[in-house]
């Protein structure tokens, strides 16, 4: 896959578990190495280099991990939590890097109270809120989340994707996996579609989910309960099995599938398959 990122742009990142969303958020933080090709951060090269050349360069991304109380550390406090960043990029003094943490904390509507608990004694929604109000305290450049509305109820997802949409328009570029085709629609310019590790289509957000071209994707959308409409389509369950060296890997689920899929589909402008819906 190839993709780039622009300042205050948002891509949005979908597919079902296992598609490959977090390997490619791991790849592009630089906790994982890719075998081939290379991640590139403000036009200067980022994979392949030694920590000790990437640590001064790490401030400007920042990451929310899909599992808010297992990435905070238990023995300290929220207010020792957010301080942190600031701590070990020397700025500030401690009333500064409090004023700091305070401002972080109502920004993600995190109540202030709550700073001095620690994250055992937090709902998953508080958790969440917090990792996000940590992420935010270096103002990175790139803001890398992985389904960051799934511990939150419906108001404080709305809260954070107002400010999301904030911090977009305020010029920080967003990386967003999400399940939430409707989330997805309304914070992301462009969509990235996996499907076992590669790409099925990719483009213009709202040209994606308007269309529904590709079969994985409208399988997608059909799998999403409508409350106001039928039952959701069970889209096949079965595990991902080895095509034909280069054929499509959706083959053995697609309904549109037939003996061209077994050589490599196109990967064109946006659909990566031999028979999109018109």
């Keep these: 896959m190839s993709f780039e990122l622009a300042a205050g742009e948002a891509w949005g990142v979908v597919g079902e ?3 490959g969303k977090t390997t490619l958020l791991r790849l592009v933080l630089g906790l994982l190495e890719p075998t081939e090709g ?3 951060l403000e036009g200067a090269p980022w994979s392949g280099l030694p920590e000790r050349a990437r640590r001064p360069r790490r401030t400007r991304m ?3 991990f899909q599992e808010p109380l297992a990435s905070l550390p238990p023995h300290r406090t929220g207010w020792e939590i957010l301080a942190e960043p600031l701590e070990i990029q ?3 003094t401690a009333a500064t890097r409090r004023e700091a943490a ?3 904390a109502a920004r993600v509507k995190f109540p202030e109270a709550a700073l001095d608990q620690r994250p055992s004694a937090w709902s998953g929604g508080l958790a969440q809120r917090l990792c996000l109000a940590r992420a935010l305290m270096l103002a990175p450049a790139l803001l890398v989340l992985d389904e960051p509305f799934s511990a939150l109820d419906p108001t404080l997802a709305g809260q954070l994707l107002a400010l999301l949409l904030e911090l977009k328009a305020e ?3 967003l990386l967003l996996v999400s399940h939430d085709l409707p989330t997805i629609s309304t914070l992301c310019d462009q969509t990235l579609v996996l499907y076992g590790g590669e790409p099925m289509c990719q483009g213009e957000t709202g040209q994606l989910l308007s269309e529904l071209r590709h079969p ?3 399988g997608l959308r059909e799998a999403v309960a409508d409350l106001d409409g039928p039952a959701p389509r069970r889209w096949g369950t079965e ?3 080895p095509v034909t060296a280069g054929g499509c890997r959706l083959l053995d689920r697609c309904p549109r599938g037939d003996a061209a899929c077994g050589s490599a589909p196109p990967l064109g402008r946006v659909e990566r398959c031999w028979h999109p819906w018109d």
């Design 102 to 104: 305070a401002r972080q």
């Design 62 to 64: 920042q990451a929310v």
């Design 171 to 173: 010029g920080t570029a």
């Design 38 to 40: 290379a991640v590139r």
């Design 239 to 241: 595990h991902l099995r």
């Design 17 to 19: 578990s296992g598609a």
């Design 90 to 92: 020397g700025r500030g």
């Design 216 to 218: 994985y994707l409208r």
